[in-house]
């Protein structure tokens, strides 16, 4: 009898939390309905849309009030909201078509940016902003700081501060080819002492990098230095003996 008391207690208790709850539910205010809804249905539940926008900001790196004006989240006012929405439609144009292009099949379920279905393999905001608003490559952003004045020393002073803020993210790549890159850029506008210093810096992050080397050597051919280059080769094709490109380059030199 008194462990059927006990439960018969228990119930009770289960009971009353459970009306309890109940009647707060519905003394809450049901939301309002998202307005001004252009690319998704009027009807999108308010929570799924701020669940997307959520993604967006994780995919952008910025808050809501980049894209809206604050407060009046419903204006159109900011560009940045209206070439928003032509983007969302220009990748969702791109994932219909991504199926055929691609050979697989449509998937079935939602995506973790915009709860859409669409196919396994999917561009997605991230895919191109990668975190930043303005998804401008490494190698461009430090020759636009190089270009803007100050040459290499300004270009590695930019390379410096977005390692220092960004190394290890998705935003940009650290790799041993971006500095390469901006080094050959600098070598093809005529500047190959910008490009060793660009190349020196690489070669303090990957002091066995075959391609700073062969890239090093570019450099000093373009100022006149042969034998320099000839070394530069040499500790090219060491470092990468299966390099076919950095052994003939090599041989055509020293054949000269």
């Given amino acids: 009898m008194k462990r059927l008391l006990l439960v018969i207690g228990a119930l009770g208790a289960v009971l009353f939390v459970t009306s309890f709850a109940m009647a707060q539910s519905s003394n809450r205010p049901t939301e309002p309905p998202m307005t001004n809804l252009q690319v998704w249905p009027k009807d999108t539940p308010r929570a799924q ?96 700081a190089a270009t803007s004045g100050g ?52 070669l303090e992050y990957f002091p066995k990098s075959a391609p700073t080397y062969a890239a090093l050597a570019q450099a000093k051919i373009a100022k006149g230095d042969t034998q320099g280059a000839i070394k530069d080769l040499e500790t090219a094709a060491t470092l990468d003996p299966q390099s076919r490109p950095i052994r003939e380059q090599l041989q055509r030199i020293k054949g000269q």
Avoid at 173 to 187: G, Q
Wanted: proline share 5%.
């Fill in 49 to 144: 849309v701020i669940q997307t926008m959520n993604a967006f900001n994780d995919s952008l790196g910025v808050e809501c009030n980049y894209c809206h004006v604050p407060g009046n989240f419903a204006s159109d006012d900011k560009r940045e909201k209206r070439v928003a929405r032509q983007m969302i439609l220009l990748r969702d144009s791109i994932n219909v078509m991504m199926g055929a292009i691609v050979g697989k099949p449509a998937g079935a379920g939602p995506t973790a940016e915009d709860g859409l279905p669409g196919a396994p393999v999917r561009v997605l905001c991230r895919s191109c902003h990668r975190g930043l608003p303005i998804p401008l490559q490494l190698a461009d952003v430090v020759t636009d």
């Fill in 151 to 202: 040459g290499a020393t300004a270009g590695l002073a930019k390379y410096s501060e977005l390692r220092s803020k960004y190394y290890g993210g998705q935003e940009y790549d650290f790799r041993e080819n971006s500095l390469v890159t901006v080094a050959t850029r600098a070598i093809t506008a005529k500047k190959p002492d910008d490009a060793i210093q660009y190349l020196q810096k690489n």
